[in-house]
Structures are given as structure tokens and as C-alpha cells.
């Protein structure tokens, strides 16, 4: 295929559940937004010959060919050229994130939708999001097993979305800005574990379950009415809850308690866990007043980082 580009540059931002995790993969809905202030960067350029993968924050340079068809920047290649139906030229890739791994940021999902983004532009063609979309979703079955699909889906689309897995997304309307603190435990979140952990008490018990899921998606939607009416205390209120059932699932860590009642205690109108569990990241909800404060309180807590971030009012 001709290269009509020299060198070509994709980027995709983070994520974070704002509510509604582990329900999500039992079709309940589930509330995602982007992290633009840590993204992935994938830059493609002309090279000799071959075709080379460098991604130095994970200590990887190798050709394509000598990873295993499994891996997952093998896979999300494989996937594109047949998405393309085209060969590569010689090339090299350059993969570079800023968002943490393993932590609930989407750091997967997001080194995928910036890869295939990249490799279509340097052959010239642009796939529409719902096709990259589809590829990082399989990309993300190698990550995570059973995915529900959220964490592509709000990479891709880089939006607040509302999303359900027989249904797809939505855009998430959001009224007014949303301080929020996100603080790490340091702990990596297994997320294939964990989501087969709450499978397997699902199965042993379903009927407890099951009313577990419906009460995280009572919250989903008291979040989202939140959101859309700019009603920051209701939103805390709402996240308290759901990680109050999050904690029933059994997904809660004493580290990520802590984290969360410690930015509580600093005047957050709520917080939760986000994401898989186990560790992993945590996220509260503040005033724009109390956000330094939440923020220390985390540090003073043991949080090994902590971002601070708005979400912007959607237009
Ligand atoms: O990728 P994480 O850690 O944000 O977790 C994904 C959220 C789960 O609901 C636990 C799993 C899924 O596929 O939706």
C-alpha cells in the first residue's frame, strides 16, 4: 500500500467510571468520561525495512513478527490491516503513554484506539469510530477476558457517555463542571480476576446478585440526573452509594476504604472505587473550592498518585 505520509501522530485520552462498574458486564448501564489530561501517543513513520514496535515505558521493542499473534499491540496490528485489507510498508511504531497501567485509566483501550487511529492515517484512510471501536473492544478481550465493552467505547468516542451493553452508548449531558480527585492505591487492579471473582459469586449466588446489580443501576441513574441537572451533592451522594454496594460485591480493598473516607473527610461530596477493584484507582467529587484539599487528604492517606482533573459541562 502507498504511504502518502512520512510520519503520522494518533493520541487518545484516558477514562474513568464515574458509576455502575461490574454491573455494567450484566447489561446494567454504567457512566464513563475522558481523562484528556493523561493520553496515549502513538506516532508512525517510514522506516527501512520490517516492521518495528517501540513502546519504551513498558521496556518493548520488537518486530511484529516475533510477538505472539495473542499479544495485544500484535492483535490490535492484525486486526487493522484486515480492517484496511492492505500490507504494511516498512514502518516503525512509537507507542507513549502517560496513563498509568493497571489502574482503571483505560490505558489499554486508549494505546489501541491511538494505534489502529495512526496506522489508518499513515496508509491515508480513516476508519469510522464505531469500526475502531469494534477493534479495540476485541483488543480489550485479551486484556480483560469479558469485557462489557465501556472502556473503548469512551476512549473512542472521547465523551461522557452512558453506557449499556445490549444498547451501546449515549452522550452523557453534564450541566455544570465537575471537580473530581482521582488517587491511586499503587496497587495494579486485576481486572480480569476480579471480574471473575463477582462472576463466580454471581453464579453461587444469583438471586442476591442480581438485586445487587438493580441497586447499582438505581444509583447509575441518580448520578446521571445528577449530571445533567448540575446538582454536585446529589452526584456525591450517589457515588457514596454505589460504593457502598461495590463494597458488597466484594471488590473493595482497606486501601481503597481508606482513600475514600479519608477524601470524604476533606469535604468531597462523595467518593468510590473505580474501576475493576482490587486496587486500583479511587475518584471523588468535590467543589472547586475543596479539590486541594481532597487532594491532600489522599496523599496524607497513602495514595501513591493523585490526579486532579474537571470534568468540563457538555455543550
Ligand atoms: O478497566 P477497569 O479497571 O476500569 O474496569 C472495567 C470495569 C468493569 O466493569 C469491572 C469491567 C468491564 O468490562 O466493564
Same mark, same amino acid.
Given at each position: 500500500m502507498r504511504a502518502p505520509f512520512h510520519s503520522v501522530e494518533a493520541r487518545a485520552p484516558g477514562k474513568i467510571i464515574l458509576a455502575g462498574e461490574h454491573a455494567v458486564v450484566y447489561d446494567r448501564p454504567a457512566l464513563a468520561v475522558p481523562v484528556p489530561s493523561v493520553q496515549a501517543r502513538v506516532q508512525v513513520r517510514r522506516a527501512p525495512a520490517g516492521f518495528t514496535l517501540r513502546a519504551p515505558d513498558i521496556g518493548l521493542t520488537a518486530a511484529l513478527d516475533d510477538l505472539p499473534p495473542a499479544h495485544p499491540l500484535r492483535r490490535a496490528v492484525d486486526l487493522t490491516q484486515a480492517a484496511l485489507q492492505a500490507a504494511w510498508p516498512p514502518l516503525e511504531v512509537r507507542i507513549a503513554s502517560s496513563i498509568p497501567v493497571a489502574a482503571g485509566l483505560g490505558s489499554g483501550a486508549a494505546v489501541t484506539v491511538a494505534l489502529v487511529r495512526a496506522l489508518a492515517a499513515f496508509v491515508g484512510r480513516a476508519l469510522p469510530p464505531r469500526q475502531v471501536n469494534a477493534l479495540a473492544y476485541e483488543v480489550e478481550k485479551l486484556h480483560h477476558g469479558t469485557p462489557s465493552g465501556i472502556d473503548n467505547t469512551v476512549v473512542t468516542y472521547a465523551r461522557p457517555i452512558r453506557y449499556r451493553k445490549s444498547r451501546g452508548w449515549q452522550p452523557l449531558p453534564v450541566a455544570r463542571a465537575v471537580p473530581l480527585v482521582i488517587a491511586d492505591t499503587g496497587r495494579a487492579a486485576p481486572t480480569r480476576e476480579m471480574v471473575l471473582g463477582v462472576r463466580q459469586?454471581?453464579?453461587?449466588?444469583?438471586?442476591?446478585?442480581?438485586?445487587?446489580?438493580?441497586?447499582?443501576?438505581? *444509583?447509575? !441513574?441518580? /448520578? +446521571? =440526573?445528577?449530571? &445533567? %441537572? @448540575?446538582?454536585?451533592?446529589? #452526584?456525591?451522594?450517589? $457515588?457514596?452509594?454505589?460504593?457502598?454496594?461495590?463494597?458488597?460485591?466484594?471488590?473493595?480493598?482497606?486501601?481503597?476504604?481508606?482513600?475514600?473516607?479519608?477524601?470524604?473527610?476533606?469535604?468531597?461530596?462523595?467518593?468510590?472505587?473505580?474501576?475493576?477493584?482490587?486496587?486500583?484507582?479511587?475518584?471523588?467529587?468535590?467543589?472547586?473550592?475543596? *479539590?486541594? !484539599?481532597? /487532594? +491532600? =487528604?489522599?496523599? &496524607? %492517606? @497513602?495514595?501513591?498518585?493523585? #490526579?486532579?482533573?474537571? $470534568?468540563?459541562?457538555?455543550p
Open positions: 459469586r454471581w453464579q453461587a449466588q444469583p438471586a442476591r446478585y442480581e438485586a445487587l446489580f438493580d441497586a447499582i443501576a438505581d *444509583q447509575v !441513574a441518580a /448520578a +446521571q =440526573a445528577a449530571l &445533567a %441537572a @448540575g446538582d454536585l451533592p446529589a #452526584l456525591g451522594q450517589a $457515588l457514596n452509594a454505589n460504593h457502598a454496594l461495590l463494597q458488597a460485591l466484594g471488590v473493595s480493598t482497606p486501601e481503597l476504604d481508606a482513600l475514600v473516607n479519608a477524601a470524604r473527610a476533606a469535604g468531597a461530596y462523595g467518593a468510590k472505587l473505580s474501576g475493576a477493584g482490587g486496587g486500583g484507582n479511587m475518584l471523588a467529587v468535590t467543589d472547586a473550592t475543596h *479539590q486541594p !484539599a481532597v /487532594a +491532600q =487528604a489522599l496523599r &496524607a %492517606a @497513602g495514595a501513591a498518585r493523585v #490526579l486532579c482533573t474537571t $470534568l468540563p459541562p457538555t
